[in-house]
């Protein structure tokens, strides 16, 4: 027979997302129900994690335990390797400019989700179903989910934070715009000779970035390295001594002899975006209200974005969470930071992989003035770390509007 439970909160999906989203919620005592899979240990991917958003993880308390596994990222490089007519001088970006130790932390994807999914299951409000959502039933005053476990949930606020297919988008009858892009990122870690110095360098080519970013102690780094999807494939096929060379060559040398440690993953990249960011009850987070391609390490920061939004609204509202009118605001406050990134983020890949001189001296000449203008490259660093500062920066009465 089946269980039918009542909670005000139903989350859909245990990806960091999920988790963050499920202990963010419950955080004022509130009754919430996460729906997913334990997060798997099998991926070896970094997240690069801006200041904002480690502040939003030490609010969920998880900050210490992520700075102990994590490595600042200092200085942020791009060098020029697309060997197009028109190319752009290497531009380097150093928190030191804009007053800061670091732009953001480094941390391994398994450690992250290893260190939520401990505060969920710590965490007494929080009641765990390990199983998928099987069907979704929208309602004018709740949600009814039924979980594969058989258990049926009813939930006046139900959070979709259910990955990229998003079975709960659907369920909320929000439509999205979708491209498969001619990319894929092949992922894994690598030691080198020589210290990386707590820098990230990004390689431009003409099939997308190829981007070390630095781990603890200094001689170890994780690389994303974004390309054709048949080049892809065919890295990941090499063996590790070919690949280590393969890299080296690619990255000119820089951080000495490679040597790739085991596990490769690759993702086919893609852009989505819906039409809205809630309805019928049925809020989007993270992944399930946006993709872009890994560029500029902007998605789960953007995510932890979603769910810091979503908690300051409904907390405001205890009552009826996912009333029309709370999802309404959830919908106007979300709309321009995550269209302003989705754009932005698409745009500097178009802008990369296109062949067109339009394309090549927009980014040749934007990126010669960001190396040039200290206050230009002030401005986007503050507004890459933290969207709105680099405005309150240059003008101090929008700071105190913010
Ligand atoms: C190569 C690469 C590098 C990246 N680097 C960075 C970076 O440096 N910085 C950054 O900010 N972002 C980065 N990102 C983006 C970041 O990884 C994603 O934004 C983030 O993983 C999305 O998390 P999510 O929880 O929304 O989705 P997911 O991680 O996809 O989680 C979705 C979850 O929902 C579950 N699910 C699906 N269907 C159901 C169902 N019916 N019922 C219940 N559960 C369901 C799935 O099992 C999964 O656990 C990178 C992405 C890639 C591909």
Known sequence: ??????????????????????????????????AGPPPSVQDRRTTALMRPALAFLDQLGLGDQVRAVAAPLSVMRIVDMTGR??????????????????????????????????????RENIAWHECMVGEWMPHADHVEVHLADGTIVRARLAVAADGRDSPGRTAAGISIRHR?????????????????????????????????VPLPGGFRSSLVWVTRPAHADELATLDDEALSLRLEERQQSFLGKVTVEPGRQVFPLSSALPSRFAARRIALVGEAAHVFPPITAQGLNLS?????????????????PGAPAVLQ??????????????????????????????????????????????????????????????????VPAFARRT
């Open 329 to 394: 605001r959830y919908d106007a406050r979300r709309r321009p930071d995550i269209l302003a990134r989705s754009n932005a983020v698409n745009l500097v890949n178009a802008s990369l992989i296109s062949s067109a001189l339009p394309a090549q001296f927009a980014r040749s000449a934007g990126l010669g003035l960001l190396g040039r203008a200290p206050g230009l490259r002030g401005f986007f660093m503050r507004e890459g770390m933290h969207p709105g500062s680099g405005f309150a920066a240059l």
């Open 85 to 122: 007519l028109i190319r752009s001088p290497a531009v380097t970006f150093r928190a030191a400019e804009i007053g800061e130790e670091f732009f953001g932390l480094n941390i391994p994807n398994a450690d992250l989700n290893g260190a939520l999914a401990e505060a969920v299951r710590r």
């Open 1 to 34: 027979m089946s269980e039918y439970i009542d909670v005000p909160i139903l989350v859909a999906g245990s990806g960091p997302a999920g988790l963050a989203t499920a202990l963010a919620l419950s955080g004022d005592g509130r009754r919430v129900l996460l």
């Open 180 to 212: 498969r892009l001619p990319q894929s990122a092949l992922v894994f870690n690598f030691a080198h000779g020589r210290h990386h110095g707590f820098t990230s360098t990004e390689f431009h080519t003409e099939h997308g970035p190829c981007t070390q």
């Open 304 to 320: 932890l974005r979603d769910v810091k939004e979503l908690t300051d609204i409904t907390h405001a509202h205890p009552d009826d």
